[in-house]
Structure formats: C-alpha cells, structure tokens
C-alpha cells in the first residue's frame, strides 16, 4: 500500500491524482491532502477519501470544516505551514505536491527531511531552489519522481540507460493557445482566449504559461535539475499534436522518445508505482495510424521570448531563476485579473530581470527574500499600468 500526502488536491494534477487512486483500491490510499478554498469540491474529496488530515487555505474555512466534519476524526489545518503538516503526514511515505507557485517550496523540503519520496509536479519548486532540493534529497536519500508529462518521458527513457551516454534532452512543446498567431496579432487577445488550450486540460496560471511559453522555460530549468545536464544539451522542439512527449539522443545517435494521447494520469500513475506498472482504465490508446502526421519545428526564440528569458536566467544560475518565475507568477496574476495585456507579461519579466543583480548560490532565506522582493517590484509595475 502506497500512503499519499496530496498537495493542490482540487487542482487539475490533484483531481487526475484521485482518479488514479481510485481506479486501484487497495493499492493506494490519501492519508493527507490540502484543498485550498475549493470548499464544495473538498467536502467531496474529504467524504470520498477520509484522510487522517485536511489544510485549507484560510482560517475561516478551516473552522468550518472543523465543525462539518466534528467526530469524523479528521484533523483540519490551514495556511503554509498546514501546506507543511500534509506534506509530512507521518503515514504517508510519497507526497504528490500539485500545488501551483512557489509555496510549494517549502513543504518539499520538510517533506524531503521526513524522508519522503517526492512526486514533483510544482515545477516552481525546483526552479526557485533546485540547488537546495536537489542536494537536500541526496542528502535524504528520497526520490524525486517527475510528474509533468515531458520529464516523466524523459525519465523513463533513461530507464537501464547510463548517464554518460547522453548526448541531449529533446523537451517537446505544444506552442500552446496562440501557436498559430504571429507576435502582431497578440496584440488584444483575452483572457478567454490564451485559457484555450488545443491539447492539454489545465489550470489557469498553466494554460497562461503555456500560451507565453514560459512553461517550457520553467521545464528546461527543471530539466537541469532532474536529470543533471547543462542547458547547452537541453533543447526545444515545437510539437503541436503533443503526443511525443519529450526524447532522449544518446552519443551512438539513438533517439529514444516516448508516446501517448494527452493525458496527465500516465505519468502521475508512473510516479506512484515506479518502477511498476499497472492498468489504466478510461485511457485513449494511441493510434498512430489514425493520427497519421506528426509535425515539428524548430523553437522561435524572437516569437517566445519568455523561453528565451528562461534559458538565460538558468544559465546566469543562482538567485536569477527565483526571479524569473516570482515575476511571471505575478505578471501572469496580472494579466488573468484584467491589469495588463497578453503581451506585457513578457515586457515586466523583463523589467524584473534586468533590476536584478544575481546571487551565487543564495541559501533559503536570500530565496525568500528575493522572492518577495521580485514581487514588490511586479506589483508597483502593476500599479502604474
């Protein structure tokens, strides 16, 4: 039996997490998870799941739940540091962290010092700190098991192989909601719009990264951290079907890729029974032969240049990518409220990039700091819009 702290259980990783947990009974079982302010969907999961521990976001609704759920014998928690109680739930021995944004930073490496195996889909987590994570869970001796689709491919390609064997990372990119538009007619797209998704179903701040780009930045740093390479052998491709999701070139010129229709649950199932397989059930079957085409090109760095913002802020190392993705967690908030337009979430990036003088290898508390700091200088760039 697999115990799970499930952090971000209302989001869309999360709700595809549930799913996977419930199609195998006796195989896993939710002992922790945090529900943020979806209450009415969080009623449902507590019924459904009855963890030993619920965190919400808020006080209020924490007290609420509390008194809904009186004599159940679930515990109920809130805020960061009941982010943290879940992640170190001391049944669970994998935390799934879903959350979206920086504040799942945290309760990965207390999770990681509990000696939990961690299924990684807060990419932030690494990009902010993968320095940190990285040397902590060595330290711990946990695994990180990758969840976003691309690095999952790229993980199970490596299955047997050697590291010193590698020639290149080949990350696979949709081009997202505005792949079919030039620069010139981003100019007055909508919220409603960049929210459409051709391939993946999403949560909004994803779906916003996806259309600028900035997701796949935010990958190729995770990359770097997961499997070790220098971003010079870490590339791009433009893949609109997103069916192969990511490749490993080895030095012998072998490619080794893996496939599938679009769907989450493949490689959150992977995480949570490596290096086992089991079935999954209500999955589309790939038929290439139905699909017939598969198209590629190469990665436009002037048409994203929030990607390329990405490279150069993981190549500058240190407190640079805090940066990066504090200002785009912002900007992107920005642009989903109504503040600035498509476009500008690239331009303040910029702004906060630029602003900044990098730190070699910050330790937590500088990251935290800088953190706030990128976001100070955001919101006043806000204010002036």
Known sequence: ???????????????????????????????????????????????????????????????????????????????????????????????????????????????????????????????????????????????????????????????????KNIERLVITASGGSFRDRTRAQLQNVTVEEA???????????????????????????????????????????????????SMVEFHDSSVMAQLGTPDMRVPIQFALTYPDRLPLMNSNRLNLAEIGKLHFADMDFVRYPCLRFAYEAGKSGGSMPTVLNAANEEAVAGFLDGRISFLEIETIIEKALTNHNTIAAPDLDIIQGIDRETRGFVKTLLKQR
């Open 195 to 245: 929210l459409h998704h051709p391939n993946w179903s999403m949560g909004t701040k994803i779906t916003i990264d996806s259309a600028t780009m900035m997701n796949k930045g935010l990958e190729v740093i995770e990359a770097h951290w997961l499997f070790g390479l220098p971003y010079e052998k870490i590339d791009v491709l433009l893949h609109k079907e997103s069916i192969i999701h």
């Open 1 to 163: 039996m697999k115990y799970i702290s499930l952090l971000g259980a209302t989001g869309s990783i999360g709700r595809q997490t549930a799913d996977v947990v419930r199609q195998h009974p006796g195989q896993f079982k939710i002992v922790a998870m945090s529900l943020g302010t979806n209450l009415p969907q969080a009623r449902l999961f507590i019924e459904e799941f009855q963890p030993e521990l619920v965190s919400v976001q808020f006080r209020q609704d924490c007290e609420a739940l509390k008194n809904e759920f009186a004599g159940s014998g679930i515990a109920f928690t809130y805020g960061d540091q009941g982010l943290i109680e879940a992640a170190v739930h001391e049944k669970a021995n994998i935390l799934v962290n879903a959350v979206i944004g920086s504040v799942g930073l945290n309760p990965t490496l207390q999770a990681i010092k509990a000696k939990k195996d961690i299924a990684i889909a807060n990419k932030e987590t690494l990009v902010t700190a993968g320095h940190i994570v990285i040397e902590e869970a060595k330290r711990a001796g946990v695994k990180l098991l990758p969840v976003d689709s691309e690095h999952s491919a790229i993980f199970q390609a490596l299955q047997g192989e050697k590291e």
